[in-house]
């Protein structure tokens, strides 16, 4: 056996720690540390323009609930849900037409509208020709003016005041955080002011509020009353709620309908084939193709007579399928849409009526006394 050099070191014990093992981490693997934060802070930043978006829609919906039960209160205690108001004098105007003839047909109450000057006809279009077109009568309510008190049709500043909610008030919002947001009056000289002193009671008119929400109203009569040979006492009341509404007649579109799949009855909505008659027509088009999740639709039918009968209802867009710009069926382009909302009967011919910044529409059955 060689003897054992005694210059050369004994080999250390397994356990015995080398002075050569490193005592913190490589400068890789910050780098790949760093990486992986670096990505997740990029997700956390990516959704933050998200959840800013989803509260904004669900304090437009909440918004929305609010003005439409405030709407809903208002038309109960002012009576705009009668043709005939407490007096006995006329209350919905639409031309030529009777209170007695509105009073049994489907109607829109837009004031806000009439004096804009769209059509008497609600919505503005329709994808039939008369007599088979499917459309509510626009009406406008009466009010009195002038001394001593004459009826007419409510003007336009009024029907701005009363169909516009006025609780979405306007805060200044000073530049130093410490200061609180302040509330901004109108005085009746138009000025704006964000404090009300003693001195300005005489000239201090009013809140100021934003003026984004309007509403309008359809009442339909309740179905179920249909045949009996009564006058209609139980009405449909939707009260459809607007964010920044455009009165313009070509915000009033229709698109024919195809019911998809169940034939009768679809339990709560269902499957409907959107479609554009005429390929020229690209207003509809370019709405159908926009139409997004959470958007509303006011399905119209008729079911040939005697008696001829209309059903107006409401529902909100569920899902969506891809738009096919055009097909034998559908020359001016189709899309599938999952709606929900209530029954409808697919034995009626049946349009649908798009419409523009519709926040929500809120729906209860009211007996009126007439």
């Not at 990486?35 to 929305?64: T, W």
């Not at 179905?223 to 139980?234: I, M, T």
């Not at 920044?244 to 339990?267: F, I, K, M, W, Y």
Request: proline residues 9%.
């Amino acid at each position: 056996m060689k003897p054992m050099d005694p210059v050369t070191p004994s080999p250390r014990h397994p356990l015995t720690p080398s002075p050569a093992i490193r005592r913190g981490v490589s400068l890789l693997e910050i780098l790949v540390s760093l990486f992986v934060i670096l990505v997740g802070l990029l997700s956390v930043a990516a959704l933050l323009p998200v959840a800013r978006y989803e509260m904004m829609v669900a304090a437009k919906a909440d918004r929305g609930a609010a003005c439409a039960r405030a709407a809903m209160r208002d038309m109960v205690v002012r009576g705009m849900l009668n043709p005939i108001d407490r007096q006995g004098n006329q209350n919905w105007y639409c031309g030529a037409f009777s209170p007695a003839v509105l009073a049994e047909a489907p109607v829109a109450i837009d004031p806000m509208g009439v004096g804009q000057g769209l059509p008497l006809a609600f919505p503005a279009s329709d994808c039939f020709t008369a007599p088979n077109n499917i459309q509510m009568f626009r009406v406008n309510i009466g009010t009195y003016s002038g001394i001593p008190p004459v009826p007419g049709p409510m003007p336009l500043a009024l029907a701005t005041r009363l169909f516009r909610w006025r609780d979405d008030l306007q805060f200044d919002m000073p530049g130093e955080r410490t200061e609180r947001p302040r509330q901004q009056f109108v005085r009746a000289d138009g000025s704006v002011w964000t404090s009300v002193l003693p001195a300005d009671l005489l000239t201090y008119q009013t809140a100021d509020p934003e003026g984004a929400y309007s509403w309008m109203a359809t009442v339909m009569p309740d179905l179920s009353e249909s045949g009996l040979g009564v006058a209609h006492r139980k009405y449909v009341v939707s009260t459809v709620v607007f964010y920044n509404r455009d009165l313009t007649p070509q915000r009033e579109l229709s698109c024919a309908v195809n019911p998809s799949g169940v034939v009768g009855v679809q339990p709560g909505g269902g499957d409907f084939t959107l479609s554009v008659p005429l390929a020229t027509d690209e207003a509809t088009r370019t709405k159908l193709m926009e139409l997004k999740q959470g958007d509303w639709i006011l399905l119209r039918g008729m079911k040939p007579g005697p008696p001829v009968v209309y059903a107006f209802k409401w529902y909100r867009v569920a899902a969506l399928g891809e738009f096919v710009s055009t097909s034998p069926l559908y020359p001016g382009g189709s899309r599938l849409v999952t709606l929900a909302g209530p029954d409808w009967d697919t034995s009626f011919t049946t349009e649908a009526g798009l419409l523009d910044r519709i926040v929500g529409v809120y729906t209860q059955t009211v007996e009126v006394d007439r």
